[in-house]
């Protein structure tokens, strides 16, 4: 950037010079559109909940007239917005348990032993990149409601869980291979057994990869709409998803309600990807690259 | 799947053996190891199989059945659901609209994901806010989108308003509700979510090509145009395919945005093979039927993933492979 900046002031009357500049210009014109599309829509929704629904409908493109704050104040005073922030919370933590516990546990003989079947076995779990949740529903709901897990937190938990094992186990297995065998060597050595070296060793040095796999697994549970939408018939247990689906359904002649309740749930999922954003980039391009 | 399974392999070939295997290679030790295997793969086995494999074996085999999911599953009906399936219009039309969707995510986002990867990867201020603004919609939960998008593309709503405010009032449509227009709406929305997404992968992609090959191919006379053509772009094919791969699996499962803005409405235009899927079984208690198109969805997902990897993701392993041999 700086050899850039000075190279230019010296040059700045030379043909190459003017030209780069020119081209800068457009980079920064093309990336400022773009980021311009994906802001407005989300501005809009921010905006719009401090404005009155008449207002929205009058003038769509505009700032609040006067910072009306009460469909905000209205929604966050109604018990049913933080019932469903509780209720997509718990699904997402137990979902995230139940995935990074089990996934680990798995994925450490996957990457560090010699056994036969092993490739098939991994091969079992990747296969499941092929099944999303729409394929399985039927059956899975059927599942669900002989085990009695139909509208509880589990019900919706244990299956994500599951749905969830294949990308953990693609993005641990590689990760755990690289962890240098003279370590297990030394732990044997000291009279580690082998889950004593799974717990106190693979465990700690795994860290990274097992946040990016606890934070891909948080995220796609808390924005699951599909399947909550079919196993949580009671509305008391509905997750945030639902809770805007059928906001917008149920207050359709209201858009400055809805933008408000949408707003609101949009916060806890930015604010989570502003926190966790290198982890979350970094595991998808690095399961990607493998 | 082989996909990402290959350069684990290619790690192992290059001597990377675990030190418990090592230490425990004796013949008595064998029956042991198995036993310790089947203890940490256990939980993780019973819970894939019982919530993943299991339902979808059970979906193959509703779908021979005439049922409504009550009562007992007795009406054998052998391959009536599926021929039924193919007769159906609708449905055919709904695979139709996958294939349409699948087809212009790489014919749009391709090139433009493609573009603002190359810009991001220069040296440019904010480079890192632009990061983090183009690839925010992709956290965002589809049911949030398709609300936001459901509101702003109203009839005289944001988008009316804004392309009237820019003299394109001419191009302002009924979004969502003409039969002509509404798959297309759909693509725009998620071109929206997943761009970002499409993006950052480049750019990981972009980042692993040494700055060195680059530099060589300006010495030898290549222009921007050509070491982009020639260089970059080639050493970029192995992302590219896999972000194809991926971009085109997730289509083919799309449900979430469709059903909350429009129900694959109206009269069927914007159909998913999900959607179609979800509104029998669920909505119309054809549980039988819903089975055999499930069947049907996840036999096209298979096929094309094994198509894939033969004919496309192939070449990657492949030259991998060579240049570790050679």
């Known amino acids: ?42 501005v809009y929704v921010v905006l719009g909940g401090f404005r009155t629904t008449g207002q929205i409908a009058a003038q769509p493109v505009a700032l609040p007239q006067t910072w009306i704050t009460r469909n905000y104040t209205d929604v966050l005073t109604s018990g049913t917005f933080w019932l469903q922030v509780f209720n997509s919370t718990l699904i997402a933590v137990i979902a995230t348990a139940v995935v990074v516990g089990f996934g680990a546990l798995a994925a450490f003989p996957l990457a560090r032993f010699e056994f036969r079947g092993r490739e098939i076995l991994y091969t079992l779990f990747t296969l499941g990149l092929l099944f999303p949740v729409g394929v399985a529903i039927l059956p899975l709901y059927l599942l669900l409601r002989q085990l009695g897990l139909l509208g509880t937190a589990l019900g919706v938990a244990l299956p994500e869980a599951a749905f969830g094992l294949p990308v953990t186990i693609v993005i641990l297995r590689p990760f755990m291979r690289t962890i240098p065998a003279e370590l297990e060597d030394a732990a044997v050595i000291d009279g580690c057994s082998r889950f004593g070296f799974f717990w106190r060793i693979l465990v700690p040095l795994s860290r990274p ?35 805007v689906a059928n906001y917008s359904t149920q207050y359709t002649q209201d858009t400055a309600r809805i933008l408000a309740f949408t707003a609101l749930s949009m916060l806890p999922a930015l604010g989570f990807f502003v926190l966790a954003e290198r982890r979350i980039i970094g595991g998808l391009s690095g399961a990607v690259k493998g | 799947m082989s996909l990402v399974g290959s350069p684990d392999r290619r790690r192992e070939q290059a001597g990377a053996g675990s030190a418990s295997d090592r230490v425990r290679r004796r013949p008595a030790a064998g029956r042991r190891r198995l036993i310790e295997v089947g203890l940490f793969v256990s939980p993780a086995l019973a819970l894939y199989l019982a919530f993943v494999l299991l339902p979808i074996f059970l979906a193959a085999y509703y779908g021979f059945y005439h ?44 090139p433009i994901g493609l573009g603002l990867a190359l810009m991001l990867n220069q040296r440019l201020r904010g480079r890192a806010g632009l990061r983090l603004v183009f690839f925010a919609p992709y956290v965002l939960s589809e049911v949030i989108t398709a609300v ?25 449509h009924l979004w969502l509700a003409d039969i002509r227009i509404v798959l297309y709406t759909m693509f725009i929305v998620i071109t929206w979510k997943y761009l970002g997404f499409a993006i950052i992968l480049f750019l990981a992609g972009l980042q692993g090509i040494p700055e060195e090959l680059r530099q060589a191919a300006a010495i030898d006379g290549a222009g921007p145009v050509q070491s982009l053509r020639h260089v970059t772009l080639p050493l970029l094919g192995p992302t590219i395919r896999i972000w194809a791969f991926l971009s085109i699996i997730g289509t083919l499962q799309l449900f979430d945005l469709i059903w909350i803005m429009t129900l694959g409405g109206p009269a069927n235009a914007s159909n998913s093979m999900v959607t179609y899927l979800i509104d029998h079984g669920f909505r119309r208690y054809q549980f039988g039927y819903g089975s055999a198109v499930a069947v049907i969805l996840f036999a096209i997902s298979l096929v094309f993933a094994i198509a894939y990897q033969r004919y496309v993701l192939r070449r990657d392993t492949e030259g991998a492979l060579t240049r570790i041999v050679g």
């Open chain 2, 148 to 172: 936001i998008w459901q509101l702003m593309l109203q009839p005289d709503g944001l988008v009316d308003a804004t392309l009237r405010g820019v003299g394109l009032g001419g191009l302002v």
């Open chain 2, 67 to 110: 049922w409504n999911g009550l009562g007992p599953v007795t009406e054998f009906i052998g391959l009536d659901n599926y021929a039924r399936a193919f007769q159906d219009d609708v449905f055919t039309r709904a695979i139709l609209h996958n294939g349409i969707l699948v087809v212009l995510a790489i014919l749009v986002q391709l």
């Open chain 1, 209 to 243: 990869a097992l946040t990016t796999v606890a934070i891909l697994s948080f995220v796609g549970s808390w924005n699951a709409f599909l399947l909550p939408l079919l196993v949580l018939g009671d509305p008391n247990g509905w997750t945030l998803p639902l809770g």
């Open chain 1, 1 to 42: 950037m700086n050899q850039m900046v000075a190279g230019h002031r010296r040059t700045a009357v030379t043909a190459p010079a003017v030209r780069r500049s020119l081209g800068q210009a457009l980079t920064y014109t093309i990336a400022l559109v773009v980021a311009a599309i994906i802001i407005v829509p989300l």
